[in-house]
């Protein structure tokens, strides 16, 4: 599995890598432009992205933008449904509204709320058949 980790706080991207670590490869963004950035460049070596873990709240683009410009570019460039990339958003914020964005406005697959569980996480990337 290929993870691309997006997040601002130091602390957090360890902790996600130090859980995913052992299931794949893990690179690195701290806000939203380096997601998209790093995105595009797998997509277009054809080495894509099996997961994104992408925080909501970073500077210089936050992780709502980000996940719609990504949606949008597989959108345009033919990837179906199902081939597109899992992305779970892990944030602080848990009310209704950013939910809401994210899921059924943004697309995201999966949202969890800080903070995360490894039992949780892992729970999640089963249910997506990213790990057995």
Do not use: W
């Amino acid at each position: 599995m290929k993870v691309l980790i997006v997040e601002d706080d130091f602390i957090s991207r360890k902790i996600l890598k130090e859980i995913l670590t052992p299931y794949g490869e893990c690179d690195i963004a701290i806000d939203g432009r380096e997601a998209i950035t790093a995105f595009r460049m797998a997509y277009e070596e054809g080495a894509c992205y099996d997961l994104i873990c992408m925080d909501v709240i970073m500077p210089n683009m936050d992780g709502q933008q980000a996940l719609k410009v990504i949606r949008t570019f597989e959108k345009q460039s033919g990837v179906c449904e199902t081939d597109e990339v899992k992305i779970f958003m892990i944030t602080a914020l848990g009310d209704p509204k950013t939910v809401v964005e994210a899921l059924y406005r943004g697309g995201a697959n999966s949202y969890l709320v800080k903070p995360i569980s490894k039992q949780k996480l892992l729970h999640e990337l089963r249910n997506f058949g990213l790990i057995q």
